[in-house]
Nanobody, 114 residues
């Protein structure tokens, strides 16, 4: 059973930065796509960023130019570098991976507030 474990969430002031990590229990080369989604209270889960096995990236419109998705192949870890954070970025951030099945992490809370 594949497990995805997120870390790096927390409280940050507007304009600040955070780096999220997602550690996979198997080689990330088994996944066609890995990515980050988020869900704010009362809202639907939305795509933040995705990274294909071939290296293609896709970002949600609201985070383009501020967030960067990357992976560490040796450590089977996916990262999300978040900069210029805004209060509207406050949400639970979920790691997602797709192969023959979909896998989700348990989520990590990011709160952007002064």
């Amino acid at each position: 059973q594949v497990q995805l474990v997120e870390s790096g969430g927390g409280l940050v002031q507007p304009g600040g930065s955070l780096r999220l990590s997602c550690a996979a229990s198997s080689s990330i080369f088994t996944f066609n796509v890995m990515g980050w989604y988020r869900q704010a209270p009362g809202k639907q889960r939305e795509l933040v960023a995705a990274l294909t096995l071939g290296g293609t990236t896709n970002y949600g419109d609201s985070v383009k130019g501020r967030f960067t998705i990357s992976r560490d192949n040796a450590k089977n870890t996916l990262h999300l570098q978040m900069t210029s954070l805004k209060p509207e970025d406050t949400a639970v951030y979920y790691c997602h991976a797709t192969s023959v099945m979909d896998y989700w992490g348990q989520g990590t809370l990011v709160t952007v507030s002064s």
